[in-house]
């Protein structure tokens, strides 16, 4: 694809209720990450994928925060019973770091805003 | 561990006044840096980047940082903005295969 592919846009929940974000990187990627970015805050690491290396997860807030992704392609960050301060954009990015080019710089998704009501 | 501090939050500037914004990281081996931009209502790209060799990197419309290592700093400059720099600004680090750690980010406004 031509670029970072997230789904859905936009996600309105109610507090409690499981949510799942979808990743599609660029196809040949080999690393992926998760960041979250709240109102006026920066960018808050969350989880990183380098091929088939285990996650990096130091980032990820709670046990209610997982991510899984399949060989190097799709990944998919879930969220369960949500919470009010998981509202946030939630950006995947994906870079062609491996061995030989691990210094790639990370290419964005248009990021996933979620909404707990 | 690696981390980066950006030291202006929020930077106002009128049209064709010169731009510096601050980065500092904390790792102690090789690293690579970035500056990233988010334009309002567009996904965060790449502005430049700092790997190896000349340490004064030039990016896309007329930016440029310095990579300082003895003060581990990475500032981004630009001699004269304009409205249309108007974004959010991102450095970011990588220290070898580690991931990569984002600054807080300095929201830049430009007065026309």
């Known amino acids: 694809g031509a670029g970072v592919s997230q789904s859905p846009s936009n996600k309105v929940t109610e507090k409690g209720k499981d949510v799942e974000l979808r990743c599609d990187p660029i196809s040949g990627h080999t690393a992926l990450y998760w960041y979250r970015q709240r109102l006026g805050q920066g960018l808050e690491f969350l989880i990183y994928f380098q091929g088939n290396s285990a996650p990096d997860k130091s980032g990820l807030p709670s046990d209610r925060f997982s991510a899984e992704r399949t060989g190097e392609s799709v990944s998919t960050l879930t969220i369960q019973r949500t919470q009010q301060e998981d509202s946030a954009v939630y950006l995947c990015?994906?870079?062609?770091?491996?061995?030989?080019?691990?210094?790639?710089?990370?290419?964005f998704g248009n990021g996933t805003r979620l909404t707990v009501t | 561990a690696q981390s980066v501090s950006q030291h202006n939050h929020h930077v106002i500037l009128s049209e064709a006044a010169s731009l510096e914004l601050g980065c500092n990281y904390s790792?102690?081996?090789?690293?690579?840096l970035f500056w990233y931009v988010q334009y309002p209502g567009q996904h965060l790209q790449l502005l430049l980047k700092y790997f190896s060799g000349d340490p004064l990197v030039k990016g896309i419309k007329g930016f440029e940082a310095e990579f300082i290592k003895s003060k581990f700093s990475f500032n981004l400059r630009k001699p004269s903005v304009q409205w249309s720099d108007t974004a959010e600004y991102f450095c970011?680090?990588?220290?070898?295969?580690?991931?990569?750690?984002f600054g807080i980010g300095t929201k830049l406004q430009v007065i026309p």
């Open positions: 970011a680090v990588k220290g070898g295969y580690q991931k990569v750690t």
């Open positions: 990015a994906s870079s062609s770091a491996d061995r030989s080019s691990y210094n790639s710089p990370l290419h």
């Open positions: 790792y102690g081996g090789t690293v690579n």
